[in-house]
């Protein structure tokens, strides 16, 4: 019913730079909170980072300062801009969204297929 595409993922060295994007489509009413969690191997998966739809955001204690979240509420499209990036950065990193599929509907969580992040020199 609703569909996360995401792209931007790939390798690079310490200090350098990413933008993740992840867009959804489908039966989409209203999304609230969107967000981008990261998975290494044998970890659970954690919270990087989330923006409302008014805009207000938080960040772990571990990429505060150097990853930077946004949204394109008209696109339905949700980034990450990651930079400063560290070699315990590298993870599976995934797209999550809080979706209304309908005007009285619950909202439903949905998660991307997620994208491979190797920070390596």
């Known amino acids: 019913q609703v569909q996360l595409v995401e792209s931007g993922g790939g390798l690079v060295q310490p200090g350098g730079s990413l933008r993740l994007s992840c867009a959804a489509s489908?039966?989409?009413?209203?999304?609230?909170?969107m967000a981008w969690y990261r998975q290494a191997p044998g970890n659970q998966r954690d919270l990087v980072a989330s923006i409302r739809s008014g805009g207000g955001t938080t960040y772990a204690d571990s990429v505060k300062g150097r990853f930077a979240i946004s949204r394109d509420n008209a696109k339905n499209t949700v980034a990450l801009l990651m930079n400063r990036l560290k070699p315990e950065d590298t993870a599976v990193y995934y797209c999550?969204?809080?979706?209304?599929?309908?005007?009285?509907?619950?909202?439903?969580?949905?998660w991307g297929q997620g994208t491979q992040v190797s920070v390596s020199s």
């Open positions: 489908g039966s989409i009413f209203r999304i609230d909170k």
């Open positions: 999550n969204v809080e979706v209304m599929t309908a005007r009285y509907s619950l909202w439903t969580d949905y």
